[in-house]
């Protein structure tokens, strides 16, 4: 019971979020939820919404468990991403014939380079103790224009039904093929945490490093498997991302989507700090972003001004996250609670399982 409340609790605040989110919609017009057919396919603002966020979704999930082992964040998501699909996109035009085998031959290349630039960044955090914002900084700077040499200096266009059939629509199947990837991802991921303790493990490690290694975890090997994992999920957002433009972009690719990525985890309840995270509430909160940038662009807000109303809108969420804010909510709560006899249980989302609470963190170190 006290797992299914903590659960609850962590999940209170993007799903108030994205509920906010969408009542402004519906005022704004009541056709928000409607969805039409085009060419066999859905269409519409959810399935818009769930093909929009595709490549922030898998980031997210990969920036939450090295978040949870590092107790920081990889800056270099995006960038990675752009190598990953620049690999991509050389190796399937360097096959000449295009075919679903040299697009998963490409596919795999892909994956192996982002690997080798997680286990980079993993062995400067893991092995040489970098901080994770600083070590990742590296692939941050450079990495747009070693994606711009692998082009070849230019922009590579996939101009081919397979790769189009990727990043939009295959005929007969009524859900954009990017949706259907995104899904078996999460799935794979799940199945992973399931089957294994990589949860287990990561959250120990992030919590207590000595304390895990005391218990026979090893934090260097955790944080290792954490780096190289983000870098396979930088392949597959890259893979997404590239097949949905149909060229290759250095310069414009998934740019910035790593403040998107580290938002998406703050929103979801993990601790920013390490520890305890939720891959559900870091999947709500890659896709509360997305519906906060349509929700702008619906609001005939500039798109040259997004950037700032988002500003506010992490600025406020920092606020209500923050463990003064959360203290006081939680006063309220238990005076709340008193007056009425304790006959009635409100929900303590704003005071317990905090996104972003050192205290939190502390007490759980304690414990182990």
């Known amino acids: 019971m006290a797992r299914m409340k903590s659960y609850g609790s962590q999940l209170f605040l993007p799903l108030s979020v994205l509920a906010i989110l969408i009542l402004v919609n519906l005022i704004k017009g009541s056709s928000y939820f409607s969805i039409s057919i085009i060419n066999g396919a859905l269409y519409g603002n959810i399935p818009n919404i769930l093909f929009g966020a595709s490549e922030l979704v898998i980031l997210a999930i990969g920036m939450t468990l090295v978040t949870s082992s590092a107790g920081s964040q990889d800056l270099s998501v995006g960038v990675a991403a752009t190598i990953t699909s620049a690999v991509f996109v050389w190796v399937l035009l360097s096959a000449g014939k295009i075919t679903w085998i040299t697009i998963l031959a490409a596919f795999l290349a892909s994956c192996v380079v982002g690997i080798l630039i997680g286990t980079f960044n993993g062995a400067l955090v893991a092995a040489l103790n970098v901080q994770p914002i600083v070590a990742t900084l590296i692939v941050y700077t450079a990495g747009r224009s070693i994606a711009f040499l692998i082009d070849g200096k230019l922009s590579p266009i996939l101009a081919n039904n397979l790769t189009y059939?990727?990043?939009?629509?295959?005929?007969?199947?009524?859900?954009?093929?990017?949706?259907?990837?995104?899904?078996?991802?999460?799935?794979?991921?799940?199945?992973?945490?399931?089957?294994?303790?990589?949860?287990?493990?990561?959250?120990?490690?992030?919590?207590?490093?000595?304390?895990?290694?005391?218990?026979?975890?090893?934090?260097?090997?955790?944080?290792?498997?954490?780096?190289?994992?983000?870098?396979?999920?930088?392949?597959?957002?890259?893979?997404?991302?590239?097949?949905?433009?149909?060229?290759?972009?250095?310069?414009?690719?998934?740019?910035?989507?790593?403040?998107?990525?580290?938002?998406?985890?703050?929103?979801?309840?993990?601790?920013?700090?390490?520890?305890?995270?939720?891959?559900?509430?870091?999947?709500?909160?890659?896709?509360?972003?997305?519906?906060?940038?349509?929700?702008?662009?619906?609001?005939?807000?500039?798109?040259?001004?997004?950037?700032?109303?988002?500003?506010?809108?992490?600025?406020?969420?920092?606020?209500?996250?923050?463990?003064?804010?959360?203290?006081?909510?939680?006063?309220?709560?238990?005076?709340?609670?008193?007056?009425?006899?304790?006959?009635?249980?409100?929900?303590?989302?704003?005071?317990?399982?905090?996104?972003?609470?050192?205290?939190?963190?502390?007490?759980?170190?304690?414990?182990?």
């Open 165 to 368: 059939e990727i990043g939009s629509e295959i005929p007969g199947v009524p859900i954009q093929t990017p949706i259907i990837l995104t899904a078996v991802f999460v799935v794979l991921f799940a199945v992973l945490l399931r089957t294994t303790n990589l949860k287990l493990y990561s959250q120990s490690v992030g919590i207590n490093q000595r304390a895990a290694r005391l218990n026979g975890i090893n934090p260097v090997r955790i944080k290792f498997l954490a780096f190289m994992i983000m870098g396979v999920c930088t392949a597959v957002a890259g893979f997404i991302a590239v097949t949905k433009a149909g060229r290759h972009d250095s310069v414009n690719l998934l740019k910035d989507i790593e403040m998107d990525a580290i938002l998406a985890v703050a929103i979801g309840g993990s601790s920013l700090y390490g520890g305890k995270f939720s891959i559900t509430g870091s999947i709500i909160g890659a896709y509360t972003i997305e519906v906060l940038n349509r929700t702008l662009l619906r609001l005939d807000v500039d798109p040259d001004a997004i950037k700032a109303f988002k500003a506010v809108f992490i600025i406020i969420l920092m606020v209500i996250a923050s463990p003064a804010v959360r203290e006081l909510a939680g006063n309220g709560t238990k005076w709340v609670r008193d007056r009425l006899g304790g006959a009635v249980q409100i929900p303590t989302a704003i005071g317990e399982d905090a996104a972003v609470d050192p205290k939190s963190d502390i007490s759980a170190k304690k414990e182990v």
